[in-house]
């Protein structure tokens, strides 16, 4: 089968596989236009719903249960003879990366959005990362069923959300307050909507015709802005001719100079089969999205991994789209600085259905099995040059952590395998360990994402989880000095020991550790003991009268004693540390808690909500200020002790429809006296 090549120019529509990503703020019905979608081709043989539980698309465990996408899902379907595979992205902004990592590859966004007001923020996030990366896109205004605005609304609501100027294809019809149908402004048809089947032609007449001439000219003038021909036809009121207005549309989606805009209800496949005939009429192809990647052209064939799934059965599985060339079972791929390995196994995706087929050609998209080191995101080749990478997708930083363990002690290993497949199939996770406490730390993109994740351990790994709160980096201090002894003196039978040490502690600048130096004249304590000395005196200063670790203190040795046969390094070592035990809690410790350096970005109008909501938690604001190159949004910045970034997030994306978020970094560390720090002093106790 040789390749099908898309054609580019004006009149041409794009050929060949095509790879179409459903984006959109969350719920808004993508996995359900996806079951539309694969029903509406005859993928499927009837459309799923997603609160039945049996869609294609969500078909985990975990999304099943909590009724959401969790990760991404990919359906190929064949559409008046042409191939396209529809990935499905999860809406919510914690599984946003599987959306991020699919970008670079795709030919077209659908970008299904709702009719409310309260979901702009977040269609605006998407539409930003579309436009960032000149990514064509057409906005499905979807659950029009519900819908009760008029045909000026939807413009007015939507594009605060879009830099690009939207235009309306459709205008909705009503029958008494119910949207019955649509009339396409392109093709000026007016069609009658019929449930889970193609939309019946009507004639176009009485108001709807009214509408739609007014519609259409406005539809028009927005192409016009692009075409200085159509904009001299329109002044002269000549009507443009229909091949010309497709023309139009087809070039400047491609261009990016234009946001389509239809609508319909995924629900009932309604709208469905005119998005389908958008896509292939006016969506480009892979020649230009390999051209807009800077695909170097050659023989070889070039890849782009979008999705890696770690399969019950099958092992590893990367979803790739084939951006040049074609490979196939035995194929050796490089990525773009290492060996990628070899494929074992070319699959054709249809949610978690997998179905072995031959080699993949230049614009499909399938799944490779067994690319042992591929990772999402990676640019493969199979020529002997690793091919640059085309795209850089890093995770976003997480914002909320959980500290895990295996429930029981024989599942510590399986725990550390598991954990290693978890972050491959998902990068926007982050395991720390934390060698102070011991704890696995399990960084994530907030709560949804981190309770998917110990789902996940248990239902796909067989690893069952405890979580807590990780916890917060407490040190303590002193506020005054010291001279104290230290004596380590045992006499039992034979061989006694002997350690004696007298240690000026005094308190020091915050941020500045911990130092020792060494005061003694005479030789009162013998030079090769010195050392143990001090490992004595920083053993006992991991744990401090308070519980925590001890900082900002100067410790000097000035004297001491010792006894020639009874003394050693282990006795001395046990006098530093006695020194510092009975020392330090005559020397007023104090804890200290890390203040972090918080940035907020909200949409404006939660900004006062982020202001309260920051002092509500010991914050101290800094300031705040527009964000810049965001229309609309704020910046805020704040300090904060590190206990109550803890689930600081949960609480701003409440404040901000999902829509706000939050950086931090460590500043200083600061003393903490009170009530606050009596409890957290007290639970330390109870804990050891
Ligand atoms: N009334 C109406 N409800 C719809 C329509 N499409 C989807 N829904 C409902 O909206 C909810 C979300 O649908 P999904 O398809 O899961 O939405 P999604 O965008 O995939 O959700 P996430 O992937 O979690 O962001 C479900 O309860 C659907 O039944 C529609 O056309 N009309
Ligand atoms: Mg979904």
Same mark, same amino acid.
């Given at each position: ?24 703020? @969350? ?57 396209y ?9 914690e ?33 930003r990362?579309?436009?960032?990366h000149k ?47 649509f009339?396409?402004?392109?093709l ?7 449930e ?5 032609i009507?004639?176009?007449e009485?108001?709807a ?23 001299? $036809? ?20 491609r ?7 239809? &609508? ?12 389908l ?23 070889d ?5 979008l ?6 059965h ?7 789209? &084939?951006?040049?060339?074609?490979a ?58 690793? %091919? ?15 500290a ?9 290993v ?27 730390v399990?960084?994530g ?10 789902e ?11 979580r807590r ?18 004596? %380590?003196?045992? $006499?039992?039978?034979g061989?006694? $020991? ?64 010792y ?20 020392g330090?809690? $005559? ?15 909200c ?13 509500g938690r ?31 997030i ?13 950086? @931090?970094?460590?500043? %200083? ?20």
């Amino acid at each position: 089968m040789a390749a099908n090549q898309a054609a580019n120019g004006n009149g041409a529509r794009a050929t060949g596989p095509r790879c179409v990503a459903l984006v959109g703020p @969350f719920q808004s019905g993508k996995t359900t236009l996806l079951e539309a979608i694969l029903a509406r081709t005859g993928a499927i043989a009837r459309q799923g719903a997603v609160d039945a539980g049996n869609t294609v698309g969500d078909a985990s465990k975990e999304a099943r249960h909590h009724k959401m996408s969790v990760e991404l899902t990919a359906a190929t379907a064949n559409f008046m003879g042409d191939s396209y595979t529809f990935l499905d992205c999860p809406g919510s902004v914690e599984f946003v990366h599987d959306m991020r990592a699919v970008l670079p590859a795709i030919d077209a966004a659908v970008v299904v959005c709702e009719l409310d007001e309260k979901k702009i923020p977040q269609l605006q996030l998407i539409l930003r990362e579309l436009e960032d990366h000149k990514i064509p896109r057409i906005l499905f205004v979807n659950k029009i069923d519900k819908a009760d605005a008029g045909v000026h609304d939807v413009l007015k609501l939507l594009q605060p959300a879009s830099r690009t100027k939207l235009i309306l294809r459709q205008v909705p019809t009503f029958k008494g307050d119910i949207i019955s149908g649509f009339v396409d402004l392109a093709l000026e048809r007016a069609f009658v909507y019929k449930e889970h089947a193609a939309s019946e032609i009507v004639p176009l007449e009485g108001d709807a015709a009214d509408l739609e001439k007014t519609a259409r000219f406005s539809m028009l003038e927005t192409l016009a802005d692009h075409d200085d021909e159509l904009m001299e $036809q329109l002044l002269e009121d000549i009507q443009p001719p229909r091949d010309k207005v497709f023309d139009d549309l087809r070039r400047e989606l491609r261009e990016g100079l234009v946001c389509p805009v239809l &609508m319909g209800t995924a629900a009932r496949a309604n709208g469905v089969l005119r998005l389908l005939k958008a896509l292939r009429h006016e969506s480009p192809g892979i020649a230009d999205t390999a051209k807009r990647l800077g695909v170097k052209a050659g023989n070889d064939a070039v890849a782009y991994v979008l999705k890696t799934l770690n399969t019950a059965h099958g092992g590893k599985m990367s979803v790739v789209r &084939m951006l040049a060339g074609q490979a196939g079972d035995g194929t050796t791929f490089l990525t773009d600085d290492d060996e990628a390995g070899r494929v074992a196994g070319v699959f054709k995706l249809v949610g978690q259905s997998t179905e072995k087929r031959g080699p993949a050609m230049v614009g499909e998209t399938v799944a490779f099995a067994k690319l042992d080191k591929a990772k999402t995101a990676d640019t493969l080749t199979a020529g002997k040059q690793p %091919h640059p990478a085309l795209a850089k997708i890093a995770p976003y930083p997480p914002v909320l952590a959980i500290a895990i363990s295996a429930k029981e002690r024989k599942d510590d290993v399986k725990l550390g395998l598991a954990l290693n497949k978890l972050v491959e199939e998902d990068p926007s996770i982050t395991i720390v360990h934390n060698a102070e406490t011991h704890e696995v730390v399990l960084w994530g993109q907030g709560e949804m994402h981190l309770r998917v994740a110990t789902e996940r351990l248990s239902d796909r790994y067989g690893v069952a989880i405890e979580r807590r709160s990780p916890s917060v980096g407490y040190r303590e201090t002193i506020r005054k000095g010291i001279t104290q002894r230290g004596r %380590h003196k045992k $006499q039992s039978g034979g061989h006694g $020991q002997y350690g004696d040490v007298v240690l000026d502690i005094k308190p020091m600048p915050r941020g500045s550790g911990f130092s020792f130096e060494d005061k003694i004249t005479g030789g009162v304590v013998p030079r090769n003991y010195i050392p143990s000395v001090e490992e004595g005196v920083i053993d006992a200063l991991k744990h401090g009268p308070l519980g925590f670790p001890v900082v900002d203190l100067h410790v000097a040795l000035v004297d001491g004693s010792y006894h020639t046969v009874d003394s050693s390094d282990m006795a001395f070592r046990t006098a530093g540390r006695i020194g510092i035990v009975e020392g330090l809690p $005559q020397c007023q410790p104090v804890l200290l808690e890390p203040i972090h350096l918080v940035e907020i970005v909200c949409p404006s109008e939660a900004t006062a909500k982020i202001n309260a909501l920051m002092s509500g938690r010991r914050g101290q604001i800094l300031g705040f200020d527009t964000r810049e190159g965001w229309g609309g949004w704020d910046m805020v910045r704040a300090k904060m002790p590190e206990a109550e970034i803890g689930d600081l997030i949960v609480e701003i994306r409440s404040a901000t429809a999902g829509a706000g978020t939050f950086t @931090f970094k460590f500043d %200083h560390m600061a003393e903490l006296t009170g009530r606050t720090a009596d409890q957290i002093i007290a639970a330390r106790r109870a804990a050891e």
